[in-house]
């Protein structure tokens, strides 16, 4: 049933770029096979899901949604998926995003946008942005075309979108999923984490996709928690920080209100609530668009038409040519603005004055939270700053697009856990979601919490 809705609503909402549906097939008659000898089922028996297509996949065209990478067809398996299809998950395709996970609106795809399956109430039909870079992931779930998905967070990825469409998705603490097979774009920051329906679904599958992996030096060597059972939504005891910071001048007032509910419905599930600082928020945005662009710049550097994908060689031409040919057709405009910010400040003139600053602050708003975590256990705030928007509406202005994301990367720059949770609708009809920000490792309070919200 799924592999056929997966088909029908492919032209609709564009959110694969692969689909594989003999693979659910499969992995589900594994199930069967195994249920009828008596053997154990892992968590995730039977249950297909959507892979963004930033996993490597063994046989399976992996593409980071980018024209260079078109046709690369990866010999391995990136650790989350292996751990995914070993708890039983079957795979129903690739899922669209923004071209190397870049992006807030699934609008930097070389495989076209992803079409939200959200209209607004007010009987236009403008086609709406499902949020980025996870877009395809978020679309994909919210219109039950798979019942969770895998998706990456650099600086949102998993929450925007998530808010945009009204499910829910965790980031959990950096280092907790294995970046193995990942397509890298900011190795200090990209985490991999479930997108689904609600809490108690994405706290089963982060179970299955996390571990330690030695394959990757930055993975954290801890056994991972029974998360499902320690899913909880009496949080008597409990402290809910507010951020002052974020509540910022000219707030749309809808995001305002719902914040306000969430408050209310905490402290109905028994937390207190306590206003706390983060001093150095105003500086995580300019931080993060400097630090990420930079390792993006390095870490696409890979990518010259040699190894991977495409290769543009021009008659005559030499192996500068190459790459330079192979680069300007493969890499998408969004891409290459990434490629020249991120050289530009790691550049032997500018390095101190934007990647060491940068560094710094990135030091200060870790310092931040840490000082308020001394006063709460989770923060709460929301997710964007609007809800989903049209579709063309922010592709004009680059800065436009990047300040959707003012909420969500300071946690990824801190690297702490971080969910979305929906929070009802705006007047216009569209979902919203609270943000729930936690202490390192304790994906457990983060869960709670969002569980006590939806
Ligand atoms: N929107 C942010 C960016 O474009 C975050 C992307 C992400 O988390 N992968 O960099």
Redesign the pocket.
């Known amino acids: 049933a799924f592999n056929a809705n997966v088909a029908a609503a492919q032209d609709a909402l564009n959110a694969f770029i692969v689909a594989t549906p003999d693979r659910a097939i499969e992995a589900a008659q594994a199930v069967d096979a195994k249920r009828a000898k008596g053997e154990a089922l892992g968590k995730m028996a039977g249950v297909p899901i959507g892979m963004k297509d930033l996993f490597a996949t063994v046989g399976v065209q992996t593409t980071a949604a980018s024209h260079i990478l078109e046709g690369f067809t990866p010999q391995y398996e990136s650790t989350v998926s292996a751990k995914l299809w070993d708890a039983g998950a079957g795979m129903l395709g690739k899922l669209n995003l923004?071209q190397f996970?870049?992006?807030?609106s699934n609008e930097t795809s070389y495989f076209g946008n992803v079409v939200s399956p959200w209209r607004r109430n007010d009987g236009g039909n403008a086609p709406l942005a499902p949020g980025?870079?996870s877009g395809g992931s978020s679309a994909a779930i919210a219109a039950r075309l798979c019942p969770a998905a895998t998706g990456?967070?650099?600086?949102?990825?998993i929450r925007?979108p998530a808010a945009f469409t009204g499910i829910t998705g965790i980031k959990p603490t950096y280092g907790r999923c294995s970046r193995w097979g990942v397509v890298a774009?900011a190795s200090s920051l990209d985490q991999a984490g479930p997108m689904a329906r609600d809490v108690t679904d994405c706290a089963i599958m982060l179970e299955a996709m996390a571990g330690f992996d030695p394959k990757d030096s930055t993975s954290l060597n801890l056994p991972v928690p029974e998360w499902e059972k320690g899913l909880n939504a009496d949080l008597s005891g409990k402290g809910v920080g507010i951020p002052r910071e974020y509540r910022m001048d000219g707030m749309d007032a809808d995001v305002a209100k719902s914040w306000d509910d969430g408050i209310a419905w905490l402290k109905d599930a028994g937390a207190t609530i306590v206003d706390v600082s983060l001093p150095h928020t105003k500086y995580a945005l300019p931080a993060y668009y400097i630090i990420?662009p930079a390792e993006a710049s390095s870490n696409l550097a890979r990518y010259d038409g040699v190894r991977y994908g495409l290769r543009d060689l021009p008659d005559g031409s030499n192996l500068q040519d190459m790459y330079a040919a192979t680069r300007a057709a493969g890499f998408g405009a969004e891409v290459r603005r990434r490629i020249l910010i991120g050289t530009y400040v790691l550049s032997a003139g500018f390095y101190d004055a934007y990647y060491t600053q940068a560094q710094k602050v990135r030091t200060l708003i870790a310092r931040d939270f840490a000082q308020a975590f001394e006063q709460c256990d989770v923060i709460l705030a929301p997710t964007a700053p609007s809800a989903a928007f049209a579709l063309g509406e922010n592709t004009e202005d680059p800065l436009k697009m990047?300040l959707?994301?003012v909420f969500?990367v300071p946690a990824?720059l801190a690297g702490l856990p971080a969910m979305s949770v929906p929070a009802g609708l705006n007047r216009e009809g569209l979902p919203l979601g609270l943000q729930i920000i936690g202490k390192a490792f304790d994906e457990q309070g983060v869960l709670n919490a969002g569980l006590a919200i939806e």
């Open positions: 923004d996970a870049m992006g807030s980025g870079s990456t967070d650099t600086g949102g990825s925007q774009f990420a990047y959707n994301d969500a990824s």
